[in-house]
């Protein structure tokens, strides 16, 4: 993926565009969509891993009591600059999804919509 600072990429002109290419090496795919999808699912699943401190599961979710038990919601303890940049990433995403028509596969809770 090309980085771009103003993050023009994520701009989009219609439900067809998309935000960057993808080459799965080894596969042989070529970028028509479905590679595409395959990498914002990887995206989507990857945030909520806990490997990138964007995303943590809710209270609920690390509990297993309550409603919303598969639901995460944003990491207030990243506060870098680094965390920054990729909640700016993760906002990115978010746009992308809202304008493409393009629903990513998060579990986030009811009350981040709010």
């Known amino acids: 993926m090309t980085q771009t600072p103003d993050m ?5 002109k219609g ?3 998309k935000c960057y290419t ?6 042989g795919s070529i ?7 395959d990498s914002l699912t ?3 699943k990857e ?9 943590i599961r809710t209270p609920n979710n690390r509990n297993e009591h309550g409603i919303n ?8 303890r990243s506060k870098t600059p680094a965390h920054k940049t990729l909640f700016r990433y993760f906002g990115g995403f978010l746009a992308f999804a809202f304008l493409s028509k393009s629903p990513l596969p998060w579990n986030l809770a009811p009350w981040f919509w709010k």
């Open 69 to 76: 038990r598969d639901c995460y919601i944003l990491d207030s």
């Open 22 to 27: 993808i080459d799965f090496k080894g596969e």
């Open 15 to 17: 439900t067809d565009d």
């Open 42 to 44: 990887n995206i989507a």
């Open 47 to 55: 945030l909520e891993s806990g490997v990138v401190p964007v995303l």
């Open 31 to 37: 970028d028509v969509g479905g590679p595409f999808r």
């Open 8 to 12: 023009s990429n994520f701009r989009i």
